[in-house]
C-alpha cells in the first residue's frame, strides 16, 4: 500500500493524538506539581492533530 498524502496526515494525527492524550495523563497521574505544563503541551499536540486531521482531502 503506497501512502499518499491523506494516508500520512491520518497517521500524523492520530500519532499527535496519542501522544497529546499520553502526556495529558502523564501529567496529571505521575507528575501532580508540573501538571499545568503537561496538560498545555498535551492540548497543542491534540489540537495540531485535530488540524491534521482537518487538512485531509483539502492539501
Known amino acids: 500500500m503506497a501512502l499518499n498524502k491523506n494516508g500520512i496526515f491520518g497517521i500524523a494525527s492520530f500519532i499527535l ?11 496529571v497521574l505521575k507528575y501532580t506539581e508540573y501538571a499545568i505544563g503537561f496538560s498545555v503541551a498535551g492540548v497543542g499536540f491534540i489540537s495540531i492533530g485535530w488540524a491534521f486531521n482537518a487538512l485531509k482531502g483539502r492539501v
Open 17 to 27: 493524538t496519542i501522544l497529546g492524550i499520553a502526556l495529558v495523563l502523564l501529567g
